[in-house]
């Protein structure tokens, strides 16, 4: 207990301002929390990040509702936003991204075309299974379960 409360407090000071945690929050060793300027982390009460866990905060907000849980080795990289609903899973290994590259002009590389960014919401109780991804602009509604390496593209949803 009192090592979540250290590595909570440095992942805090490393953020500077730009995390926030409600009570009971978990952080096992290893998980890394980055937020740059104008984005912002809210972890929920009770919330979870395991073992080599990681969220990159590049834009937007992400949060984690009351007793979300990312499992291990999980990613979260959010530019627009990303919500994991109150008790919703993200399995181990499992990613999120909520921007992808567009492929428009077969004639530039896809480095130098622009990203398709949509927000990604995973709704209350809704489990992502291992391996699983899920791209820009999904919607895993409300204790639904996405398959262990499942890819959920862009523009789609899981029902």
Request: proline share 6%; aromatic share 2%; net charge positive.
């Amino acid at each position: 207990m009192m090592r979540d409360a250290l590595r909570l407090a440095w992942l805090r000071r490393r953020a500077r301002g730009r995390l926030r945690a409600g009570p009971g929050v978990h952080v096992a060793r290893g998980a890394r929390v980055r937020v740059a300027d104008g984005a912002r982390v809210e972890l929920g009460p009770g919330a979870s990040l395991a073992q080599q866990s990681r969220i990159e905060a590049r834009g937007g907000v992400v949060k984690l509702g009351a007793r979300a849980r990312l499992g291990e080795r999980a990613v979260i990289v959010a530019h627009a936003g990303v919500q994991l609903g109150d008790g919703a899973v993200l399995g181990d290994w499992a990613a999120i991204a909520d921007a992808a590259p567009t492929t428009t002009d077969a004639e530039t590389p896809v480095r130098r075309q622009p990203l398709y960014v949509a927000p990604v919401r995973v709704g209350a109780h809704a489990r992502v299974g291992p391996h699983a991804a899920l791209g820009p602009g999904t919607t895993i509604a409300a204790g639904a379960e996405v398959a262990p390496y499942a890819v959920v593209g862009e523009r789609t949803s899981a029902p």
